[in-house]
């Protein structure tokens, strides 16, 4: 069953069209990575979806019914962190429970444990490395108790190494908590790794160029021939080698 159905989206600005005439349906529990290049609307989309921005046309469904957006029902991680930089790592997480109970802060205990931050709960945002600090808003963001994440392009300031354990980290948390994840990423090999589906995007106005239903479990191995030929064919179309 479709969690989010978006149809027919139309953005213009300045006369400009960024989106005309979008589509996309996504499935519950899917981790879904929207691909395309660099300004094609992407972050714009996410705009319209948590409500930043009104669709001169277009409509959202979730699970059938109309909306006028996203924002009661999906939680947003943008690139940067934002934490607060005057509260814990701890307290930052707690953020969206407001007048939060000792339930919740025992499931945050809970949840850096899982994140690999048990023992720095009560460490300024400061003292934490970059990796620290993004599983510090992943878990901000899980907090929201929203059956939908939109990540937008959560690891990219990263290195390698750090990037490639919150891959892995990503995929479990959706096991664990069956959450439905769309990722905006420009890392082709990053979305075949931690995906269910992938979706291509052209330039503007945006639209969907291609979509893969990924095969195997989760995370995939970079060096597996079926990611290694979906690969070398994303980044194909992407250069528009292949027509």
Same mark, same amino acid.
């Given at each position: 069953m479709n969690l989010l159905s978006v149809q027919g989206l139309k953005k213009d600005f300045d006369g400009l069209s960024v989106l005309e005439d979008f589509s996309l349906s996504v499935? =519950?529990?899917? +981790?879904?990575?929207?691909? $395309? !290049?660099?300004?094609?609307?992407?972050?714009?989309?996410?705009? *319209?979806?948590?409500?930043?921005? !009104?669709p001169d046309e277009g409509e959202l469904l979730w699970e059938g019914c109309g909306v006028p957006d996203l924002s009661t029902k999906a939680a947003w991680m943008a690139q940067t962190d934002l934490l607060l930089p005057w509260l814990s790592a701890m307290e930052n997480s707690l953020l969206p429970k407001n007048n939060y109970t000792l339930?919740? =802060? %025992?499931?945050?205990?809970?949840?850096?444990?899982? *994140?690999?931050? $048990?023992? +720095?709960?009560?460490?300024? !945002?400061?003292?934490?490395?970059?990796?620290?600090?993004?599983r510090t808003a992943l878990a901000r963001t899980i907090m929201f108790d929203r059956e939908l994440i939109l990540l937008d392009e959560p690891l990219s300031a990263l290195d390698s190494l750090t990037r490639q354990g919150l891959q892995g980290l990503l995929v479990a948390l959706q096991k664990d908590f069956g959450k439905t994840i769309i990722m905006i990423t420009h890392d082709v090999e990053e979305a075949l790794i931690t995906s269910d589906v992938v979706v291509l995007l052209s330039e503007q106005p945006m639209e969907v160029r291609?979509?893969? %239903?990924? %095969?195997? %479990?989760?995370?995939?191995? =970079?060096?597996? !021939?079926?990611?290694?030929?979906?690969?070398?064919?994303? *980044?194909?179309? *992407?250069?528009?080698?292949?027509?």
């Amino acid at each position: 069953m479709n969690l989010l159905s978006v149809q027919g989206l139309k953005k213009d600005f300045d006369g400009l069209s960024v989106l005309e005439d979008f589509s996309l349906s996504v499935a =519950r529990g899917d +981790f879904v990575s929207l691909i $395309g !290049p660099s300004g094609c609307g992407k972050s714009t989309f996410f705009d *319209l979806l948590t409500g930043a921005v !009104p669709p001169d046309e277009g409509e959202l469904l979730w699970e059938g019914c109309g909306v006028p957006d996203l924002s009661t029902k999906a939680a947003w991680m943008a690139q940067t962190d934002l934490l607060l930089p005057w509260l814990s790592a701890m307290e930052n997480s707690l953020l969206p429970k407001n007048n939060y109970t000792l339930q919740d =802060r %025992e499931r945050a205990v809970d949840l850096f444990r899982k *994140l690999g931050l $048990g023992g +720095f709960e009560d460490y300024l !945002p400061n003292r934490l490395s970059g990796g620290m600090r993004q599983r510090t808003a992943l878990a901000r963001t899980i907090m929201f108790d929203r059956e939908l994440i939109l990540l937008d392009e959560p690891l990219s300031a990263l290195d390698s190494l750090t990037r490639q354990g919150l891959q892995g980290l990503l995929v479990a948390l959706q096991k664990d908590f069956g959450k439905t994840i769309i990722m905006i990423t420009h890392d082709v090999e990053e979305a075949l790794i931690t995906s269910d589906v992938v979706v291509l995007l052209s330039e503007q106005p945006m639209e969907v160029r291609s979509i893969y %239903e990924i %095969e195997g %479990e989760k995370p995939r191995l =970079r060096d597996d !021939p079926y990611v290694v030929a979906l690969r070398k064919e994303i *980044l194909g179309l *992407l250069r528009g080698d292949i027509r």
